[in-house]
């Protein structure tokens, strides 16, 4: 039978198991199950948000059902927390397990491989199947938080050199902005630009599963790993789907792990396809525009010089009641 | 009936299904299945057959399967429908 578990003693044994497997105890978690037999634990479960991890079978109890029965608790408690899909990362040797418990291989890279529970993927793509039409496609992948005259220049060089542009907005809620906000600012912002095309990246690019250091500035050295994951799955998944032939980025003068990812970018999607083109950044009074350097200053209370660094659109939304509350937490003015 | 609130019944064991159950507009189907190539319309004809047996008009449904036999998807969409109405 599975079970939670909680106390000191299922902790310890949970320790133990894992890394008589050659695992880690990786905290935090939101759920921990496991099964006993004959009060030994023979197998571990654990789960943190959409991800599974921590999964391991005692070696003697290897070959039969304890998995199956340790990622169905997880599964089942999960969908009633409110998940409704679930990723597991495992080595590509590990992946077959996964894939007949109807896990799907989103992407391997070196040792790590990605595999999703269920059908998302599918589904998230096949949101989008009218809005394309088949063609020399580019691609944007942005946080925009907030959306500014740097993510502006950048579009616009992007869609002037391709059939049809999509700008992926990046959906996870880590930001200042929260993701309605900032994709109405990019809708707003980009609506005169007739061959630009506004989508979500829902978790498959830049999420806090395929690439969750990117949130933590300067994140640990595991982020290279994720980089190279979430460059995979984008250029094998999901650029066929939107005929993307090339991603488009804006040079990385300022931020250490946005550096890293660009570097990556240049290394990773060439060989599977995609040519990467980094276009210089727009400069204003001498520095580069950025998203940063705008929060920085709607966070000091510099509203005055930030008209030169964002669009109108995006100008208004800030100065709305809706985007003061946003920034302007405890009356920072 | 009518599908008010999320449910979910089954296992991931061999021979065995997953059903989750969502409140939805309109009635939509998708099954997943280690044997989908051989059985696919079978299983689609099971599902729906118990969902009419049950009156069930809307709602999303997911089912991921590992070849289970029909009176395992029976009673799994069954028991995941009287879960997902009961007050």
């Given at each position: ?333 | 009936m009518k599908i008010v609130k999320k449910a979910q019944a089954g296992t991931m064991q061999s021979s065995d299904l997953m059903v989750f159950l ?66």
């Open positions: 039978m599975v079970t939670s578990l909680l106390s000191t003693d299922d902790l310890t044994q949970a320790r133990a198991l894992l890394e008589a497997t050659g695992l880690q105890f990786e905290t935090p978690y939101d759920d921990m199950v496991g099964i006993f037999e004959a009060g030994r634990l023979v197998a571990v479960g654990a789960r943190q948000g959409r991800t599974l991890k921590m999964l391991a079978v005692a070696p003697s109890h290897q070959g039969g059902t304890l998995l199956d029965e340790v990622v169905t608790e997880l599964v089942g408690r999960g969908y009633q927390e409110g998940v409704d899909s679930f990723f597991v990362f495992t080595s590509p040797a590990l992946a077959p397990n996964f894939e007949t418990l109807n896990f799907h291989l989103l992407a391997a890279s070196g040792k790590t491989a990605l595999l999703e529970y269920g059908d998302g993927l599918k589904r998230y793509l096949a949101r989008f199947t009218r809005l394309v039409r088949p063609g020399n496609n580019g691609a944007i992948v942005a946080n925009c938080n907030p959306f500014t005259l740097g993510h502006r220049y950048l579009v616009e060089q992007a869609a002037a050199a391709v059939d049809q542009l999509f700008l992926f907005v990046v959906r996870e809620e880590r930001s200042l902005f929260p993701f309605g906000a900032r994709m109405r600012m990019v809708q707003d912002g980009t609506a005169d630009l007739a061959n630009v095309t506004v989508v979500d990246t829902s978790w498959y690019a830049i999420s806090s599963i395929t690439f969750p250091t990117y949130f933590l500035k300067d994140g640990d050295p595991g982020g290279a790993i994720q980089m190279e994951l979430d460059l995979t799955l984008f250029a094998q998944r999901i650029a066929p789907h939107f005929y993307v032939k090339t991603r488009f980025v804006g040079s990385e003068p300022l931020c250490g792990t946005t550096a890293a990812y660009n570097e990556a970018m240049h290394r990773i999607l060439p060989p599977l396809g995609i040519e990467v083109r980094e276009i210089e950044r727009k400069n204003a009074d001498q520095q580069p525009i950025s998203a940063s350097r705008v929060r920085d200053m709607l966070l000091r209370g510099e509203l005055e010089g930030i008209a030169e660094l964002v669009p109108v659109s995006t100008l208004d939304f800030l100065l709305s009641s809706e985007g003061i509350k946003i920034w302007d937490k405890g009356g920072a003015r | 969502e409140p939805a507009e309109t009635l939509n189907v998708t099954i997943e299945s280690t044997v989908l190539k051989q059985f696919g319309p079978l299983i689609r004809a099971k599902v729906d057959e118990v969902l009419q047996k049950h009156g069930v008009e809307a709602g999303e449904v997911r089912i991921t399967d590992r070849g289970a036999l029909d009176y395992a998807i029976e009673a799994r969409l069954e028991t995941a429908i009287m879960r997902a109405t009961e007050g």
